[in-house]
T-cell receptor, first 117, second 110 residues
């Protein structure tokens, strides 16, 4: 149980275009979803936290107008990278906490590799 | 916010030997300390976690210890095997957010 999926698994786009990444909890309702970014050979950096039906909370230094997060249901959150540039190329990973879990444990999606040309 | 430091950044061990990774945290409100193993291009995989009301937890070859007073926790892997080679991350959670350490690249030499 507690499976999280992401789509797409990888995407290549041209500079200036927008890219949408979906994160789904497949067998549980996600009370909270998180979006992380991971550059090569670095750690996971939290970008934002989202709860269903409310605005996402962004970490310091993350542009909310560039990284749009929508959490429309208890099983789906989307991250849209608007006007992507090469420096946005990274591994984006979502995670979710379960309504059945302890609250702290996060279940991670498989990640999306974004390459901006 | 929470600040997690992790050492060493790289660790090379002979197969069969033990590996130890240490982390410190800053926020005394942290009460959940997971450890993740991440292979290249894959998601972080939870290998063990510990909560602040427990000092030690063991799962087969993996153990974690927590010293709340000193604000540090450690991962111990015994009888290392080549498949243990990966990047390991510690994390601390004061409420619901996770703060990650910088990671340790573990290489097990056959």
């Amino acid at each position: 149980g507690a499976v999280v999926s992401q789509h797409p698994s990888w995407v290549i786009c041209k500079s200036g275009t927008s890219v949408k990444i979906e994160c789904r909890s497949l067998d549980f309702q996600a009370t909270t979803m998180f979006w992380y970014r991971q550059f090569p050979k670095q750690s996971l950096m939290l970008m934002a936290t989202s709860n269903e039906g409310s605005k996402a909370t962004y970490e310091q230094g993350v542009e909310k107008d560039k990284f749009l997060i929508n959490h429309a249901s208890l099983t789906l959150s989307t991250l849209t990278v608007t006007s992507a540039h090469p420096e946005d190329s990274s591994f984006y990973i979502c995670s979710a906490t379960s309504d059945r879990g302890s609250g702290n444990e996060q279940f991670f999606g498989p990640g999306t590799r974004l390459t901006v040309l | 916010g929470e600040n997690v430091e992790q050492h060493p950044s790289t660790l090379s061990v002979q197969e069969g030997d033990s590996a130890v990774i240490k982390c410190t945290y800053s926020d005394s409100a942290s009460n959940y300390f997971p450890w993740y193993k991440q292979e290249l291009g894959k998601r972080p995989q939870l290998i063990i976690d510990i909560r602040s009301n427990v000092g030690e937890k063991k799962d087969q070859r993996i153990a974690v210890t927590l010293n709340k007073t000193a604000k540090h926790f450690s991962l111990h892997i015994t009888e290392t095997q080549p498949e243990d080679s990966a990047v390991y991350f510690c994390a601390a959670s004061p409420r619901y957010k996770l703060s990650f350490g910088a990671g340790t690249t573990v290489t097990v030499r056959a």
